[in-house]
């Protein structure tokens, strides 16, 4: 028991600044929620996810309730195109709008998203207004033919009398902070600093703002700003329900035209318990809602509410203002709807930039916060929610600051994602219930401390791993490097004594290839068949030592033991001389010659590690083995094959098909060498080969016990019938029994030959 906790002691010493360092995110990510430390990228991407969250769950559709009527280019053509002309349009043709829509289609709201600051002097009234103050003061006629036409002429006069007995609201604009020009008359105020103290809210404060004309705002039922939130990144994402102007509350045009269609009661400000506030002394509480005629309107600190958007532009029916004023649209699509009357039209700028389309017409902002007031559906920011939130980000960020460190990084990546998509799914939940919970500095919180422990994993715990790789990644193919980087401490670059298997390939007669080929062409050519070659190595886990011109130098069993080193390196024999057919047909397009290689292996204990001068090292390998690898490559020219290994090599394979080529003494050798062919493992060499086989075995014991005749008979049968299989084999074996028949080696010959070349 003492042992186990101390190693769980010994443990946390070694995490304790990975934990630490992850406590420190943790804060910086929780004074961030707590509104201590602002980081506006963190904004930003709150804005994100939540326009993603209101795609994925805008309900969609046509909400038929709301029409908007469209100031739309088709209205701004040229009379005789059936438009009315460019805007702005004559006030009694506004009228006639207006007149049109409750007099013959039976609209319950009219809502302008324009304002009417200025007077319409279109018809002239000013100018005959001032001859009828001035040189005809005096004129009877005059001025009885005046005030016959004065009605005529007041085309304002005809606008504000189409409000009356009706339902309009008029939209008027507050100017930007510290523009104090004031222009026009405001509607009546709705609430008062009395009743909604700044120590409960901070309400968008302005001084100026752009108001209709006295004689309209008079006539109209109520007005309401068209001022959205435009947030830091651009988009429009709340409205102020209320905006303050000299200690006065004004509503928006969407909670102004809700109201009148729910009574037009006055507004009530409700507490988060849902009771009406009172403004009682030392109440340090907050507004969250209005109540507007018994529909719940959720605002925030600022007394604004996210706009609930239905989709994309056009989640409402749009006509055309030229087809109402021509009567050409069906009643049945206006009667008893809420109309809106607003612009599309480029050249009036009023395309805003929303969560759901980037030139959204501002009009449909208004259309979707009135369904929305009406629905209940938008959505509330509780006051408790930055608490909430700062709470899951300490718990859930201080748990896996703590917890990653003893995890392995699959685990770890798997924690993290459960603790993201937990969180995802508790926020869309919340959302789905009508609640907008933070979700960045949660996300942002979550992700630091997994990418610091991954981070950190990588620079500091893996420090040995990416030695391992850079000592051994040139030699060894990456898989192995992988596997070596698992357990870093069991291999170094130190000098030791291991069973290998070494292979040597070369390229016969390059030298006179390479002298038929310019430099350019001879690199290419080069690199075209040792890239494939070494793939092949690399696939059977081998390790290259060098390369030497045409020639490639390679082991197995080191770095990483493999009790199947010699098979490795036999199968790579066999599949570089598959490359090596692919190659030369290759070669033969493009009009290069033809490679044959020559491939020598051989099996045996060799001194591996770091070899060379204080300068420079590389990682290779030294002994007898490697030098009759080397020679065994050097004579397959001499025995007309392609492969040849060594006794030991042999040994290592018993499933080997091959064939016993001699008994050779090569240079630095005494003791002579027992060299095969390899043929293919059991069950891959085809019959004729093996009969073939059985010939040149039974031929070559004849010419060890030194019958002459018998073996000469057999070799000679072999090369009529059976060339392919070793033409130049069964050659050299003739020339040598002509030799020896004549010269007699003696009786304890053991039927091996002395090479005194390579």
């Known amino acids: ?101 409750n007099d013959d289609y039976n609209v319950s709201l009219t809502g302008f998203d324009v304002i009417f600051s200025e007077r319409d002097e279109s018809s002239g009234i000013r100018t005959i207004e001032g001859l009828a103050n001035t040189e005809f003061k005096n004129d009877a006629s005059f001025q009885s033919k005046y005030s016959r036409i004065k009605p005529l002429l007041d085309l304002d006069g005809q606008f504000a009398a189409s409000f009356k007995d009706r339902l309009v609201i008029l939209g008027y604009s507050f100017l930007l902070p510290g523009d104090k020009d004031q222009k026009g008359v405001l509607p009546p105020d709705v609430l008062t600093t009395a009743q909604i ?99 719940i309107l959720p605002v925030d600190s600022q007394l604004a509410s996210f706009i609930p958007y239905r989709g994309p532009y056009k989640s409402f029916e749009y006509i055309s203002a030229s087809d109402v004023l021509n009567k050409s649209v069906a009643k049945e699509k206006l009667e008893g709807k809420i109309v809106l009357i607003g612009t599309t039209a480029p050249g009036l700028l009023d395309l805003r930039a929303t969560p759901v389309g980037n030139a959204y017409p501002g009009v449909e902002i208004h259309a979707n916060i009135i369904t929305g007031i009406l629905d209940g559906t938008i959505k509330q920011v509780p006051l408790w929610t930055n608490a909430a939130n700062l709470a899951l980000i300490a718990l859930l960020g201080i748990a896996l600051a703590l917890l990653l460190p003893w995890l392995s990084p699959l685990w770890g990546t798997v924690a993290s994602v459960l603790a993201l998509g937990s969180m995802v799914g508790l926020n869309l939940f919340a959302y789905q219930k009508g609640i907008v919970l933070p979700l960045a500095s949660l996300l942002a919180g979550i992700l630091g401390v997994y990418l610091f422990n991954i981070a950190y994993g990588y620079f500091v715990e893996s420090r040995s791993k990416r030695l391992i790789t850079g000592l051994f990644g040139q030699y060894v193919p990456p898989e192995l490097v992988d596997e070596m980087a698992k357990e870093p401490a069991n291999f170094s670059m130190e000098g030791e004594s291991r069973e290998l298997t070494i292979l040597f390939s070369d390229v016969r007669g390059f030298t006179t290839i390479s002298e038929s080929l310019d430099a350019k062409t001879l690199s290419e050519f080069i690199n075209a068949f040792l890239t494939p070659f070494t793939k ?49 047909a290759e070669f033969i397009k493009k009009g290069w010659p033809p490679i044959k290689v020559g491939i020598g292996l051989n099996s045996g204990r060799v001194s591996v590690g770091n070899m060379g001068s204080e300068i420079r090292l590389a990682y290779t390998v030294m002994g007898d083995a490697v030098n009759l690898a080397s020679r065994l490559e050097g004579i397959t020219k001499e025995y007309g094959v392609a492969i040849i290994i060594g006794d030991e090599t042999r040994k290592h394979l018993p499933d080997l098909i091959a064939r016993e080529l001699d008994k050779v003494k090569v240079k630095g050798k005494d003791i002579a060498v027992t060299i095969y062919e390899p043929l293919g493992f059991a ?76």
């Open 1 to 101: 028991m003492f042992n186990k906790f101390k190693g769980i002691a010994a443990g946390l010493k070694k995490r304790i600044p990975r934990i630490s360092l992850g406590f420190a995110i943790v804060v910086v990510f929780a004074t961030q929620a707590g509104g201590w430390l602002p980081l506006p990228f963190m904004d930003r991407l709150d804005g994100i996810i939540y326009d993603v969250r209101l795609r994925l769950t805008a309900p969609g559709g046509v909400d038929p309730r709301v029409v908007i009527v469209d100031i739309d280019e088709k209205s701004l053509r040229e009379r005789e195109a059936g438009g009315e002309g460019r805007w702005p349009w004559p006030r009694d043709r506004l009228a006639l709008l207006v007149n049109r829509l």
């Open 197 to 295: 103290p700044l120590t409960v809210a901070d309400p968008l404060m302005r001084q100026g703002f752009t108001g209709n004309l006295a004689l309209l705002q008079s006539n109209a039922t109520d007005g309401g700003h068209i001022n959205p939130i435009i947030d830091s990144d651009g988009i429009i994402r709340r409205i102020p329900m209320l905006v303050m102007h000299d200690g006065k509350y004004y509503e928006s045009l969407g909670l102004a035209s809700a109201r009148a269609l729910l009574g037009s009661l006055p507004i009530k400000t409700l507490d988060a318990d849902g009771k009406e506030f009172t403004n009682a002394p030392n109440y340090f509480g907050a507004i969250e809602s209005l109540d507007v005629g018994g529909a």
């Open 536 to 584: 092949v190595i690399y696939k059977n886990r081998g390790t290259i030592d060098k390369y030497m011109g045409d020639c490639i130098m390679a082991f197995w069993g080191a770095p990483i033991s493999d009790e199947e080193h010699a098979r490795q390196g036999v199968i790579s024999a066999f599949e570089m001389l598959t490359a090596m057919e692919v190659l030369n």
């Open 683 to 758: 069950g891959t060499v085809d019959q004729s080969t093996l009969a073939a086989l059985a010939l040149f075995e039974q031929a070559l014991k004849a010419y060890r016990d030194q019958s002459w005749d018998s073996a000469q008979t057999q070799f000679e049968f072999l090369l009529t019938n059976h060339p392919a299989t070793g033409e130049v084999l069964y050659e050299l074996y003739l020339e040598r029994i002509s030799l020896l028949r004549d010269n007699p080696p003696g009786d304890n010959w053991d039927g091996s030959f002395t090479f005194t070349k390579k």
